[in-house]
């Protein structure tokens, strides 16, 4: 990936443990974690969050997207430490970052009930559907579903319990 992001890019592209990133504190006006912090044990994920906060000036944010949901064995044999929306907002209080927003929980029941629908069990039934870049018919299901998905997101996003897969959220740095 980072070959790829050389070729296609111009800056910088380094790879670093993200427990123990080598940046000097107070480097940035804004980090990002999309789906990152979720793969790491929980102790990891503590490291990965206070290493975050280091690096981002105080006033500055970290948008964090991870999974939420109880951790189980059957969700860390897939290589996710999901946490509870509470426990995440707490691990990023406690290394220094306070929350500002949250969006994009990902409610995807309209996505779940097509693939339903679908029949998952048809070769190639989901994914002609869920594949992203598709033309056509499926380009416009797919597009639609993901806006019913917004739909639903409005409506659960005021539930404080509702099930969700992801969890969108921006941090300031005190």
Known sequence: MLAEARRRGSGEFRAM??????LPRDTFELATAVT??????????KAAVAELVRVVRPGGFVLAIDRIGRASS??????????????????????????????????SYPLALARVGLGRGEAGADSRIA???????????????????????????????????????????L
């Open 74 to 107: 059957f969700s860390a044999g897939h290589g996710t430490f999901p946490r509870a929306r509470a426990e995440w907002h707490e691990v990023w209080r406690a290394a220094g970052a306070e929350l500002v927003v949250v969006r994009g929980q990902e409610f």
């Open 36 to 45: 990152v912090i979720q793969h790491l044990e929980p102790s990891g994920q």
């Open 131 to 173: 594949r992203r870049g598709g033309r056509g018919w499926r380009r416009a299901t797919l597009d639609a579903l993901v806006a019913a998905s917004y739909a639903t997101e409005i409506v659960a996003e005021r539930i404080p319990r509702a099930p969700a897969a992801h969890v969108a959220t921006l941090y300031v740095v």
């Open 17 to 22: 443990d993200a427990t123990r990133l080598d």
